[in-house]
């Protein structure tokens, strides 16, 4: 059984008490084994290439200036303009967050994946305890089809905000494709933990129960996020035929 592709872990599925992590705790690093990247050598490769420098404050007050171009631009639907405006205040002051972070999204509006990626560079550089900005690159590498690398990075946003729920959630569905069951089973664990209202997450987990043979915790997880509106007839199928 594979999931569908539009399976997101949802926030509504409650895990039972056992599967709630203690207020403290801090997921670890799982190592990486084959093609899986391991979280903290990826994060020293993206930003190494990402020069950081200042200059000086006329070129800081030139950069504001294009960056706030770039803002009325991007609010009249100029795309390209505002581009080329955040492009300028970089330019101007390699240290200006607001311009580098401005700049990766719209390059992202326009479909520029790969441009986009080393502006998020120099903004994780800026600011590296950001989850944030952890996720937004792994979405990033998701649209470009680079799933290990994206899992490596929702595990480092993880690691900084170990209370979000989409964190792990996006982890586990990529370990989840790639048919790694028991590396996806603890994140989605704890990503209903945390959103324990999302019929995506519930529908996940029994999916993933099914798929380890759990079939009693497959059906009951099921059965709730039946209730949460998620559309599970598939899993309760295969869980019947299994079970006869």
Same mark, same amino acid.
């Given at each position: 059984?594979?999931?569908?592709?539009?399976?997101?872990?949802?926030?509504?599925?409650?895990?039972?008490?056992? =599967?709630?992590?203690?207020?403290?705790?801090?997921?670890?690093?799982?190592?990486?084994?084959?093609?899986?990247?391991?979280?903290?050598?990826?994060?020293?490769?993206?930003?190494?290439?990402?020069?950081?420098?200042? $200059?000086?404050?006329?070129?800081?007050?030139?950069?504001?200036?294009?960056?706030?171009?770039?803002?009325?631009?991007?609010?009249?639907?100029?795309?390209? $303009?505002?581009?080329?405006?955040?492009?300028?205040?970089?330019? /101007?002051?390699?240290?200006?967050?607001?311009?580098?972070?401005? *700049?990766?999204?719209?390059?992202?509006? $326009?479909?520029?994946?790969?441009?986009?990626?080393?502006?998020?560079?120099?903004?994780?550089? *800026?600011?590296?305890?950001?989850?944030?900005?952890? =996720?937004?690159?792994?979405?990033? *590498?998701?649209?470009?089809?680079?799933? /290990?690398?994206?899992?490596?990075?929702?595990?480092?946003? !993880?690691?900084?905000?170990?209370?979000?729920? !989409?964190?792990? =959630?996006?982890?586990? %569905?990529?370990?989840?494709?790639?048919?790694? =069951?028991?590396?996806?089973?603890?994140?989605?664990?704890?990503? %209903?933990?945390?959103?324990?209202?999302?019929?995506?997450?519930?529908?996940?987990?029994?999916?993933? /129960?099914?798929? *380890?043979?759990?079939?009693?915790?497959?059906?009951?997880?099921?059965?709730?996020?039946?209730?949460? $509106?998620?559309? %599970?007839?598939?899993? !309760?199928?295969?869980?019947?035929?299994?079970?006869?």
């Amino acid at each position: 059984y594979q999931p569908a592709p539009t399976y997101a872990p949802a926030p509504t599925y409650a895990p039972a008490p056992t =599967y709630a992590p203690p207020p403290t705790y801090r997921p670890p690093v799982v190592p990486a084994k084959g093609p899986w990247i391991n979280p903290d050598q990826i994060f020293n490769k993206f930003v190494a290439a990402a020069r950081v420098h200042g $200059g000086s404050a006329q070129n800081r007050q030139l950069a504001i200036q294009h960056f706030n171009n770039g803002v009325s631009m991007a609010r009249g639907g100029n795309l390209s $303009g505002a581009i080329d405006a955040y492009r300028r205040a970089v330019q /101007y002051d390699h240290q200006l967050f607001e311009a580098h972070f401005n *700049l990766a999204k719209s390059l992202e509006k $326009g479909r520029q994946y790969g441009r986009a990626l080393a502006y998020w560079a120099h903004t994780l550089r *800026l600011r590296p305890r950001s989850a944030d900005l952890y =996720y937004r690159i792994g979405r990033n *590498l998701e649209k470009q089809n680079k799933q /290990y690398e994206a899992y490596a990075f929702y595990i480092l946003a !993880e690691r900084y905000n170990p209370q979000k729920a !989409e964190y792990p =959630y996006r982890a586990g %569905v990529i370990a989840f494709s790639k048919q790694d =069951y028991n590396r996806a089973l603890p994140l989605i664990q704890r990503a %209903v933990q945390r959103a324990p209202n999302k019929a995506e997450y519930y529908q996940n987990l029994a999916a993933l /129960y099914l798929n *380890l043979g759990r079939l009693n915790e497959a059906r009951s997880t099921a059965a709730r996020a039946r209730q949460l $509106g998620a559309d %599970v007839r598939q899993i !309760e199928a295969e869980i019947y035929r299994r079970q006869q």
